[in-house]
């Protein structure tokens, strides 16, 4: 049977046609060699019947690259791994602050600002010069639920709150230079269409096109410490819990380790696996 013909479902519980194409395209992102995508892609492309589900093809193809490779399968579960973040949604907000403390920025989490009608606890405060941003996270801590209009609005009347305030004091320095809302997930068409309108930045897994999250995540070697696949649950928790959100960060803190009780030899797997990741 043609590939175009099975038909899938997806986390949102939708229908939509199989692509291979779009396998090809994810499985190239992790790393892999022509080769190995090939030989990867034969194998699911052989095990799909109608009413697969788009997580029993992800946990093959997952399998298969972690066999051929482990730091494949740690590039390949990007996305899986911002969602092992949650559930609360703050260790997203440290990710985030993390990402633009390593872009340069200095970045605080959980500001208050004061607004001119009230005041507003703010997720990130990040500065960079003359750059001043105010970043609201949206973390959805299950698949398929997108950002809808309903959040850049409520976002954008709190960012202008903000600014009246500093404009009304004459606080120059203190006027933001641009709102930030972000995502885990996805932005629907009118939420994209009101940022552009009112001047939010809005960042998602795939918006803007070409730099969206997945993309400065692979660019700068910026990875969750959750895409590990040489630690455990409960380790990652750990870490998560000490401010270790990024893997570059227990590069300069593998004292965590210790404190954990890994053994040398997997110490060393585990940093090798996280060096390849980051570009070290």
Avoid at 43 to 66: C, M, P, W
Avoid at 179 to 191: L, M, P, S
Avoid at 193 to 209: A, K, M, Q, T
């Amino acid at each position: 049977m043609p590939n175009q013909d099975f038909d899938i479902i997806k986390s949102s519980g939708e229908r939509a046609k199989f692509s291979l194409h779009k396998l090809r395209n994810s499985l190239k992102r992790s790393g892999a060699d022509d080769h190995a995508v090939e030989q990867i892609l034969n194998v699911v492309r052989d095990e799909l019947y109608q009413g697969i589900s788009t997580k029993e093809i992800y946990n093959r193809a997952f399998a298969l690259l972690k066999k051929e490779k482990s730091v494949f399968a740690s590039k390949y579960k990007l996305k899986k791994a911002i969602y092992e973040l949650g559930p609360t949604g703050f260790p997203f907000e440290k990710f985030i602050a993390a990402f633009l403390k390593y872009s340069g920025f200095d970045v605080n989490v959980g500001l208050i600002l004061r607004g001119k009608c009230v005041s507003h606890e703010v997720d990130v405060v990040a500065r960079k010069n003359s750059q001043y941003l105010v970043v609201e996270c949206k973390f959805h801590s299950e698949e398929g639920r997108n950002c809808n209009v309903k959040v850049p609005l409520y976002i954008h009347s709190r960012y202008q709150d903000v600014i009246a305030h500093n404009q009304s004091e004459n606080n120059v320095n203190m006027i933001p230079d641009q709102g930030w809302v972000v995502t885990n997930t996805r932005f629907t068409k009118d939420a994209i269409r009101y940022g552009e309108c009112s001047n939010l930045y809005l960042l998602s897994w795939d918006h803007p096109i070409n730099n969206g999250l997945k993309d400065r995540i692979d660019r700068l070697g910026l990875y969750p410490i959750t895409v590990s696949t040489r630690l455990t649950i409960r380790e990652k928790q750990f870490l998560l819990s000490r401010d270790i959100v990024l893997c570059k960060q227990l590069i300069d803190d593998v004292f965590y380790l210790d404190h954990l009780g890994v053994s040398e030899q997997r110490k060393q797997k585990i940093l090798e696996e996280i060096k390849m990741l980051c570009n070290i």
